[in-house]
């Protein structure tokens, strides 16, 4: 007889059941699953729940991934109300990344990699007294008596109880994920190699016996491209030849200058912006040239361990795994050169995240990807490396859709090749004419800055609403402090001009704020040889060379972008796409079927009547 599904609530949502069943099925009988669930769902516990149930049964770790802080919160309480309800007994472990619960000071300042470097030497010379009294076991055993543990605790919890006992908060969190049956954890603790060995094996885990959750799972696919991916720029080279002379290394001092010589050699032909292939091989020769590519590697490794010893930053290492990362792989990278700000870049980029991804999914017991914007689900199983019978499954909202209109407008576009003053002047006034007439915030989304700034003078003209403006490279400060700002006009109303690839785009959570999105064009990426590289590369393994190295990439930001409009069950919002492209077959049919799109010139009286029936 099937135990009952630790499921916390009185009643279920729109979809709910079905959801929590389909999974409940497939964990059953150890598929896989692909899961489109829009906002209001309840993914969360709609997951969890089935989950939970069959890990207890089976003695399986559950490790749910999210590359969002706030998620952790949300999975946490989601856990809570199951533990009391059910008066189930279960440990949960929260983790964030090891330099955040790290107790050491400064550390916030360093790169990741410079962090690690730091890390090892301080264990390695026994001179981190936090780190030293987390391995003695009877100083752990007395502070895992005195601390406040809870079975479910947030990692900052764990970090503030730890300091005050002067033991490590990360080397504490694995001794209690070894005992736990849920770990939540950003993306980098499964799908890095380079983590996933090392701690698995500390907290004694294995893929066969886990089931794997991803939350906003659309992220996935660019993450695991990024783990692969490494670059080598002028810039670095000049600070690492700094450091070297600092500490008195001329030898390697000498190395990294005819390295930068070397690079400087390969793009004297480039011009400001232009970039080029950089064939494997050839960049191997020009260092081997200099000296042997593993040797210098080495030698980058332990004179980086030497500088971090005696401040906190080190580009050596940076540096000596570039030069490890260069020879993998061949026509699943991208290699190319380019010269951009002043600063020369060698890059090699991984066009499969499959390289990565597809190991751990079938390995494991179960994994389950899930977000709002999971569309087409035969591309993720593609592209991530899904097995053919994986569930793959999308799921309709639970909102009325009387509460939202969805309209594409095909009167402009932003193709490069008809971008025109005039063009730009009817985007404005469409922009203008929808925002003037709905009371509440409207937030616009571009394909870039520069497309943003030609529209917003000509837009601030004929608007009669305040306008406010994102940023690029805004502090998380800044973001909150425009949120708020944007937030008090929810009764008189403002736009919002922001871009798709923004900070806006996607994670923010403002129900009942904006009662309008629109965005503008199609935010595709740039047609360099990266993106080439990626079409060419998914033509010769699917024929879908286009679409999914192209097109559906930048469908997944516009349904995120639109994504922040209805938040909760009483939003009513309107849903705007302008760009004739929009309408064309191709992108039509990637929006999802409840959406009920409308193609239109004549918008204005369908907006009026949209809010004049909310009156």
Known sequence: MQ?????????????QKEIIEDLYKA?????????????????TVSVLAPALTLALEKNLKIFFLTSRHTQHKIVLE?????????????LVTS???????????????????????????LREDKTCNYYLNAKNKLKQKTVLNELKITPIMASEELKENCKNHEVCPYELAL?????????????HFVFNPFIQENFFNKIKATLEDSIIIVDEAHNLPQRAREILSSRLSVRL???????????FLEDLALNLTELLEAINSLSKDLREGEEKVLPKQKFLEKINEIKDKDLLASELKIASSVVLAKQKRSSLGVIAEFLEFWPKGEQEFARYIKKEDDNTQIVLSCLDPSLLTKSVIQSSYTTIIMSGTLLPT?????????????????????????????????????KFTQRTEEQYKNIALIIANITNNITGNTLVFFPSYFMRDKVSSLFADQSNKSVLFEQAGMSKEQKQELLEKFSKYK?????????????????????????CVIVVGLPLEKPDIETNARIQYYDALYGKGWDYGYTLPAITKTLQNAGRCIRSEKDRGILVFLDERYAWPRYKNCFPKDWNMRVTENYLPLVKEFFAIQK
């Open 3 to 15: 135990k009952p599904i630790l499921f916390p609530y009185e009643e279920y949502r729109k979809n």
């Open 27 to 43: 964990i059953l009988e150890k598929k896989h699953a692909i899961i489109h669930a829009p906002t209001g769902l309840g993914k």
């Open 78 to 90: 989601t856990l809570r109300k199951i533990k009391e309800k059910y008066k189930t007994d279960f």
């Open 95 to 121: 983790f964030i990344g090891k330099k955040h619960m790290c107790l050491q000071e400064n550390v916030d300042v360093m790169t990741s990699s410079s962090f690690n470097e730091y890390c090892k030497s």
């Open 175 to 187: 001794d209690l994920a070894e005992r736990s049956s849920v770990i939540i954890a950003d993306y």
């Open 237 to 247: 080279l000049k600070r690492a030849i700094t450091e070297t002379k600092k500490y």
């Open 378 to 414: 035969i591309m993720y199983q593609d592209t991530l490396g899904f097995p053919v019978l994986s569930l793959k499954k999308e799921y309709s909202s639970p909102f009325n859709e009387e509460n939202k209109l969805c309209l594409i407008i095909p009167s402009v576009t932003t």
């Open 491 to 515: 009764y008189i109303g403002s736009v919002l001009l922001s871009v798709a690839s923004g900070s806006f785009g996607e994670g923010i959570d403002l129900p009942g704020i904006i009662k």
